[in-house]
């Protein structure tokens, strides 16, 4: 089964500088995909970033990028030039491959940016 | 843009009491799931579906059920609510025809049994 996995429960940043948050997933498939959401206080789920196993080159979304290292089972969000507006609960999440299947979601990180 | 619809934001029920979440989405999308949400433990996939009148457990289904008689329509059925259900209710859906499909969300249920 796969799992995966958030150590920081909480992190903070000022506006305007980078946050780095991290996960960590078991798998013993080849190919999958991974998943960064966002959950402000609105509740409101937003896809932030997605990547492909299969594809070497990381994501990246405007401010948001990742570090995909497939061989470590690791995927880290990297937040640039930090809002206030970024202030939400990150969860990192895993998919198989084969269509029909559900994310499998991370504890999730709350982080809060502040001016 | 796609929009998943739950029927309430907010929800007091009594223990013992049948319970019935409802999900809308307006997109004609395959897959439709139902996750809990308690704080420190993330989102937990409950049921989902990957077609009408089918359904498949999650990680954890027990006291809860499930329908989908129509593809726009998964409803979440709490037989007999505990207070241990109270908690957070997410609905999502997605596409469904092939793997990766971007997952779309509701503003979630906030129920709490008394």
């Known amino acids: 089964a796969q799992t995966v996995t958030q150590s920081q429960p909480e992190m903070s940043v000022q506006e305007a500088e980078t946050v780095t948050l991290s996960c960590t997933y078991d798998t013993s498939e080849n190919n999958y995909y991974l998943f960064w959401y966002k959950q402000p206080p609105s509740r409101q789920m937003i896809l932030v970033i997605r990547q492909e196993a299969y594809k070497q080159q990381n994501a990246t979304e405007n401010r948001f990028s990742v570090n995909f290292q497939k061989a470590a089972k690791s995927f880290s969000l990297k937040i640039s030039d930090s809002q206030l507006g970024d202030t939400a609960m990150y969860f990192c999440?895993?998919?198989?491959?084969?269509?029909?299947?559900?994310?499998?979601f991370g504890k999730g990180t709350t982080l809060s940016v502040s001016s | 843009d796609v929009k998943v619809t739950q029927s309430s934001r907010y929800l007091v029920k009594r223990t013992g009491e049948k319970v019935f979440l409802e999900c809308v989405q307006d997109m004609d999308h395959e897959n439709m799931f139902w996750y809990r949400q308690d704080p420190g433990l993330g989102l937990r996939l409950i049921y989902f579906?990957?077609?009408?009148?089918?359904?498949e457990k999650g990680d954890i289904p027990e006291g809860y059920s499930v329908s989908r008689e129509k593809k726009e329509r998964f409803s979440l059925i709490l037989e007999s609510a505990s207070t241990n259900q109270t908690s957070m209710y997410l609905c999502a859906s997605s596409l469904g025809t092939q793997g990766g499909d971007k997952a779309f969300f509701g503003q979630g249920t906030r129920l709490t049994v008394v």
């Open positions: 579906s990957y077609d009408v009148k089918m359904k």
């Open positions: 999440a895993f998919m198989s491959y084969q269509a029909g299947t559900a994310l499998i």
